[in-house]
């Protein structure tokens, strides 16, 4: 049985993540911890958790716990990760994996020096609507694969207006980076999911808005392994009421197109006309990631498909688009 305790109980842990353990067989949540004590025990006691910790180092020491979710920002992941696997306990992290490769680097090594296992939260991996992507590249129907386009573009969030309170996600010290690091994050990984891995990476950065001191504007260009080329753009100063949220692949017999973050229909293109595909999310969109963890370390089923290992691909990706790693 594995009994979790999660370091941070925010926003991200109400519906996306938190019920996953708690519904999934072999699995449930015995405490939480939040820096506000009050804000833990109000968490718990809505869920029908039994303890609640302010401080991340008592609850890895709990014995009653032995995994930890730890769903804080970035900048805190490789603390309360490198803590918890050297107190012999298997962790998943939300991502980005850390605030940088550097950091993701330094998980792996306590992680193989330990023997203790690493998972990170790109659940995208094993949602069906992905899966379905994933299908429809491996059966063929798009030919030999020449182009892989992302473009993505937000307007402002209304907090990023408030200089004096900025969000946590455009901050560099606790983010890693802007809100690029945080949502292309999940972009990356999934192309490394369905091509491979990146093995070169450049880009462009910018701000535009100067709402903030972090990047607005990213452009990138990527090389897979495979020889497949990719670039992308990003933006989060688009104009109020525009939203760009697109991943355009191109082959030799069709073209496929679909959203990262609005699960948008899935649009195939090919000389037989335009197909288009939906597929159903869980309830708490972790839940399928959750579930192989927990079958996974109870002794069950395979490796699950988002480790500390193809986790850091991502983040180098990223700092090598950002200037951060050379």
Known sequence: MIHWGFIGCGAVTEKKSGPAFSKVEGSDVVAVMRRDGQKAEDYARRHGIGKWYDNAHDLINDPSVNAVYIATPPGSHVEYAVA??????????????????????????????????????????TLPYFLRVKQLIDDGLLGSI??????????????????????????????????????????????????????????????????????????????????????????????????????????????????????????LYTAAGIQEFREENPENIQYYLVESIVNYLNGHGVEPVSTGISATRANWVMDKILGKTT
């Open 84 to 125: 918890a696997m050297r107190a012999g306990k298997p962790v998943y992290v939300e991502k980005p994996m850390a605030a940088s490769y550097e950091e993701c680097l330094q998980i792996n090594r306590v992680s193989r020096e330990t023997g203790v296992p690493c998972f990170v939260a790109y659940y995208r991996r």
């Open 146 to 267: 020449s182009t892989v386009q992302i473009r993505f573009a937000i307007p402002p969030y209304k907090e990023d207006y408030n200089r004096d309170s900025l969000p946590w996600r455009v901050k560099k010290e606790i983010a890693g980076a802007g809100y690029f690091y945080d949502l292309a994050s999940h972009q990356l990984d999934l192309l490394d999911y369905l091509f491979g891995e990146i093995t070169d990476a450049y880009g462009f950065t910018n701000n535009v808005g100067g709402l903030y001191e972090v990047e607005d504007s990213v452009s990138a260009s990527f090389h897979f392994k495979s020889g497949l080329s990719g670039s992308g753009s990003w933006s989060f100063t688009a104009p109020k009421n525009s939203r760009i949220d697109l991943i355009d692949i191109t082959g030799t017999k069709g073209r496929l197109t679909f959203a990262t973050f609005d699960f948008a229909p899935i649009l």
